[in-house]
T-cell receptor, first 112, second 114 residues
C-alpha cells in the first residue's frame, strides 16, 4: 500500500522560531492534508491542498502541494507555545476518496 | 464542520471481554470511518461504516474482531471483540465534510486492556 514518510520525527524549538516539516511518498496523491493533534484529542484539519504546486496559508501556517504530487511541506512561522502537538500529513488518491493515508507524525515542542 | 462525540472517552477492560464505542455526529453525513491509533503511532484506517449495509474493512481488520454498525446517517458503533493487550489504542471515528477528502475527527476513545 501507499506509505508516507514524514520528517522530522520530532522537533524542539524556541518560541518565535519558524518550523518546517515535510512528507514524501513513492506514490502520487491527488490531495494532501495537514492535521494537528493535541494530547487527548482527535486530529484537527489545518490545511487541505488539491492541486500540484498549490501554496495555501492558514494564519501562520503555510503548506504546499509538491509539483511531482509525491510530496508536501508545512511551515509554521513565529511559533508560539500553543503550536505544541503532533502534526500529521495525509494523502489521498482519486481511487480512495475519503480514505487518507497518514504519515507517522512530527512531534513539535516549543520552549518559551 | 461537524461536531462529533464519542462514548466512552476512555475505558480499562479485561482481556477476553468486548467493548462497544459509540460515535454521534450532529448532522447527517455520508461517509464515516473508524481509525485506530496505537500508542505513539499514526492513524490506521479500520473500516468505512456504511449506512444500511456491512462495513468495508481495510486489510488486516476483520468483521469478527471489529463489528461495526451504522443504523443511520448520524450514528455508528465499533465493537472491539475478545480484547487482548495488543488492542490497547485510541479509537477514533471521523466523517468527511463537503469535500470527501477533508476529515473531521471525534475526540477518541482511549482503551486499555489488562
Amino acid at each position: 500500500g501507499q506509505q508516507l514518510n514524514q520528517s522530522p520525527q520530532s522537533m524542539f524549538i524556541q518560541e518565535g522560531e519558524d518550523v518546517s516539516m515535510n512528507c514524501t511518498s513513492s506514490s502520487i496523491f491527488n490531495t494532501w492534508l495537514w492535521y494537528k493533534q493535541d494530547p487527548g484529542e482527535g486530529p484537527v484539519l489545518l490545511i487541505a491542498l488539491y492541486k500540484a504546486g498549490e501554496l495555501t496559508s492558514n494564519g501562520r501556517l503555510t503548506a504546499q502541494f509538491g509539483i511531482t504530487r509525491k510530496d508536501s511541506f508545512l511551515n509554521i512561522s513565529a511559533s508560539i507555545p500553543s503550536d505544541v502537538g503532533i502534526y500529521f500529513c495525509a494523502g489521498e488518491t482519486s481511487t480512495n476518496a475519503g480514505k487518507s493515508t497518514f504519515g507517522d507524525g512530527t512531534t513539535l515542542t516549543v520552549k518559551p | 464542520s461537524a461536531v462529533i462525540s464519542q462514548k466512552p472517552s476512555r475505558d480499562i477492560c479485561q482481556r477476553g471481554t468486548s467493548l462497544t464505542i459509540q460515535c454521534q455526529v450532529d448532522s447527517q453525513v455520508t461517509m464515516m470511518f473508524w481509525y485506530r491509533q496505537q500508542p505513539g503511532q499514526s492513524l490506521t484506517l479500520i473500516a468505512t461504516a456504511n449506512q444500511g449495509s456491512e462495513a468495508t474493512y481495510e486489510s488486516g481488520f476483520v468483521i469478527d474482531k471489529f463489528p461495526i454498525s451504522r443504523p443511520n446517517l448520524t450514528f455508528s458503533t465499533l465493537t472491539v471483540s475478545n480484547m487482548s493487550p495488543e488492542d490497547s489504542s485510541i479509537y477514533l471515528c471521523s466523517v468527511t465534510g463537503t469535500s470527501f477528502s477533508e476529515q473531521y475527527f471525534g475526540p477518541g476513545t482511549r482503551l486499555t486492556v489488562t
